[in-house]
Structure formats: C-alpha cells, structure tokens
C-alpha cells in the first residue's frame, strides 16, 4: 500500500529535473514546479472524486464524470482549432460519439461490466486519444482547405458541392490524424509498455490477463479515432463554406 | 441588343473597405472587357457573376432573372469560370474533364482538346507534365465540358509567354460567336485587341464604358493615365 511518504520521497524525481533545469539555465523551474503541484492537487482531487463515485456505484454519477472529461477533452481540442468558426460543437460530438460508440460494443460484447471503475477509466483512455485524433484532424482540415484553396475555388466554379471540393482535404486530413495513432499501436509493448497493462500489473494482475485487456484497448484506440476523425471531418468542412457554397476562410 | 448580365447599384464590403461601390452594368452577349489597375475590383466583380461571391447590396440579373433564382451548381455550370493561374487536378488531362463532364464521352473530351487547339492523344497526358500554356487550354476545355452560356476570364493570359497570349486570345476571341466571354485585363493593349463591348474600373467605381478599340480616344484624365501606365491602385 503506498503512503503520502512514498509520494513524497518521489519528488526526488522532480528535484532532479529542476536541479539540470538550473544548472543548464534551462528556466524551466517555473514550468517544474507548476506540473509538479497541478498534477498532484488534480490527481488527488480526481482520486477522492473518484473513490466516491466508485462507492456510490449509480449510473447518473458515473455518466456525469465522462461527461465533465468529455466536455473538458472538446474544449481543449476546440481550443487547437483556432480559425475555424465554432469548433466546440464539432469536437464534443466527436468526442461523445466515440464514447458511445466504445461503451456499448464493450458492455454488449461483455468485456467490462457497466461499472464505474470499468467505464470511468475506458472513457478517459478514448477520450485522451480521441481529443489527440480531433485536434489533429482539425487544425489539418484548416490548414489544407487555406493550401488547397485554389483548386476548391476551381471545383466549386464547375459546380462541384463543397463536400466533394474538399473530398481529398478531407481525406488527408484523416490520414494525418490516425496515422500516428496506428504508429503507436503498432509499437506497444516494444517500445512503450501501454499505461492501461502496465497499471494492471502493478496492481497484481496476471501479465497474460493484463496484456488481452490491452489488446482490447489498443483496438479500442484503432476505432475511436477513426469515429472522431471522422465525424471532425464531416462536421468541420462545413464551416469553410457559407450557405451559398462560397468558400470562406478566416471566418472565426 | 440583349443582356446577359444586369447590375443594378452593387455594392461590396469587405468589413470597412469597400471594394465594388454603386455599380450599375449593363452586360451584353459577345465579348465585354473588364479594365482596370491592379486592385480596381475587376476580380471582384467577375466573381459575383458565378456567386463565388455575393453582394453587400444591390441586385443583379443574369437572363432577366435574379442571380439568386438559379441553383447555385446549375448557375456555376451555366456561367463558367477561367482562373488567372491553370489549376489542374491530379491525373490525365482526360481525367481533368470528365471530373467536371462526369457522363462526357472520349470522343467529347477528344473533339474539346481540339477545340482548345490541343492534339487529341493529350486526353491520356498527365497534367503535371503540361506547358501553362498547354495547361490554360486544358482548363478552358475543361470549363467548356460543362456546355456553358457564358466564360468568365478572369486574367486568363497572365501567367502566359507572348505566343501563347495570342493564340489563347485568337481561340477565345472564336468562342465568343457562340458564347458570351466576360474577360477581365489589366492591360490595356488587350482590351483594345479584343474590340469588344467594355467597362473601366477604378476604385470600385465605373469609371468608363464603351467599345475597347475607343480607349484611346477617350478625354479622360484617369483613363489616359492608365492607357500611359501612370495609374496607381
């Protein structure tokens, strides 16, 4: 069982990384201490939220937690976003389908059972990876549509739909935001040892039962992405384009 | 004489600034040239004809009817649009038309490449290994695809060498007995040799309208100092 003592003495890390920060002039000291403290009052916070929410163990407790990570996770990607009008609504359903979508093939297929100490968890590793996928699919969807602005304006000219004007930005931009989710899944457990494993068996999980979890969290982070991914893109083009089909950029 | 077009006391903003003020235009079929500085509104007002842009206020008819009658894709296919720069999609020149002609037939993408002076086997060409020039009239067959009633040029000879300036003007210049080319310049030698109906802007504004071969007779100070290259935007 670890204590606050074992916390403590863990700040030696923390000393290490300001001691090379001032030694270098780094000026990272600030940066150090802010992460240190931020992390700690926000982990605790969460861990009392958490054990709470747990002990309740009532549905409407644990749909309100994903939907706070949720709207915390579209915010932060909407924030990314910044040149396209209105991202928040276009990130939080992309956010929110994913989850849905993950819950019900997870609780349907009998890989977690619908408690809080399951769902909570699931729906913070989608929407970690998820709020990536969305940010990335965003800020490429901006930047392609003002690159490839020239040969949307010659498609809509021939009377081609936006949506098919910006087919292949859109088709790009996916590409962009779920290679390097793909990247990482094809990775695990070579380069890096997945968080959601490694926590298993430092709770004293079995390594094979620990590693099927796993898996089942890696294709988890296959699917997830590509919802939001799409769903981004579906939603996001829109917003270039007014109600006249006429292309309309920096509009924010 | 009928018109195509009729602009009816235009305006258009962007936030504070005013790029096209009060224009009244009355545009007829054949050839009408659109002259001005760098910077006038020419590009501006090309682009309100197929709505790439829309007005801040006032009216404009194409065919007597409100511009915003027509659905916006027919209005696009009716009323085709040639850019400053050749822009070709990925793919053979083949592909680049019938992306805009999806049901055109091989035969037609063939006949409309010589149409546009260009060699039939261009049709299986990619279009990253094509001259501007070549790339301009693969454009233009491309806009062409689509059967418009009226071309809009908007600098179409700009990003090109003097030869192919005037055998682009040639080939445009037998278009417009079948369809109506509203062709925008900033050279003033080229609105003279299309001898067409046309207007000069200036500012936003209207500043002259009439047949491009009178430019030079015109007793204008602001025309005169741009027929001399002295005008500034």
């Known amino acids: 069982m670890l204590t606050y003592w074992d916390v403590l003495f863990s700040l030696t890390f923390v000393a290490i990384a300001f001691g090379i920060s001032l030694s270098e002039k780094l000026r990272l000291e600030r940066d150090i201490i802010e992460a240190t403290v931020r992390s700690f009052v926000q982990l605790i916070a969460v861990g009392y939220l958490l054990k709470f929410i747990f002990a309740e163990n009532h549905i409407l407790w644990t749909i309100s937690m994903i939907f706070v990570m949720t709207l915390i996770g579209a915010y932060t ?7 396209i009008f209105r991202p928040f609504p276009i990130t939080l359903t992309a956010m929110m389908l994913s989850i849905i979508v993950a819950v019900i093939i997870l609780l349907s297929l009998r890989i977690i059972s619908p408690k809080p100490m399951y769902l909570i968890p699931i729906a913070g590793m989608v929407i970690g990876n998820t709020m990536n996928t969305a940010s990335i699919t965003m800020i490429r969807l901006r930047d392609g549509i003002a690159d490839n602005r020239e040969k949307i304006e010659v498609m809509l000219a021939l009377g081609k739909s936006p949506k098919l004007a910006s087919s292949n930005t859109i088709k790009s931009a996916m590409r962009l935001a779920l290679i390097p989710r793909l990247d990482s899944v094809k990775v695990a457990g070579v380069i890096h040892m997945p968080g959601a494993m490694t926590g298993m068996i430092l709770a004293g999980a079995s390594p094979i039962q620990a590693i099927k979890f796993q898996i089942i969290i890696m294709y988890l982070i296959i699917g997830t992405p590509a919802i939001a991914a799409i769903v981004c893109t579906r939603l996001g083009y829109k917003r270039f384009f007014n109600k006249y089909e006429q292309l309309v950029i920096n509009r924010t | 004489m009928s018109h195509i077009f009729t602009l009816n006391n235009i305006d258009v903003d962007y936030g504070d600034k005013k790029v096209l003020s009060g224009i009244f235009l009355n545009i007829p079929e054949g050839i009408f040239v659109i002259v001005g500085p760098s910077g006038s509104g020419k590009t501006t007002l090309l682009r309100l004809l197929n709505r790439m842009l829309s007005p801040s206020s006032g009216e404009i008819l194409y065919k007597g009817h409100s511009l915003f009658d027509y659905p916006v ?12 720069k050749p822009i070709l999609f990925d793919g053979t020149v083949g592909n680049n038309i019938s992306f805009a002609a999806p049901d055109i037939s091989d035969d037609d993408i063939k006949s409309l490449l010589e149409q546009v002076g260009l060699p039939k086997d261009y049709i299986k060409h990619r279009s990253d290994e094509l001259s501007v020039g070549e ?6 067959a491309r806009t062409l695809s689509t059967k418009p009633d009226v071309l809009l040029l908007d600098e179409p000879t700009s990003a090109l060498d003097p030869t192919a300036v005037k055998t682009i003007e040639k080939l445009l210049w037998e278009f417009s007995e079948k369809i109506t080319l509203i062709w925008v310049t900033h050279i003033v030698e080229q609105a003279i040799r299309l001898d067409g109906n046309g207007a000069m802007l200036y500012n936003g504004n209207i500043h002259w309208q009439g047949k491009t071969k009178h430019l030079h007779e015109t007793e204008d100070e602001i025309v005169e100092k741009f027929i001399r290259g002295d005008l500034k935007k």
């Open chain 2, 135 to 140: 790339a301009q009239r693969v454009c233009l």
């Open chain 2, 73 to 84: 894709r027919e209005l696009r296919r009716k009323v085709g649009m040639v850019f400053q």
């Open chain 1, 77 to 83: 990607s909407a924030g990314r976003a910044k040149g």
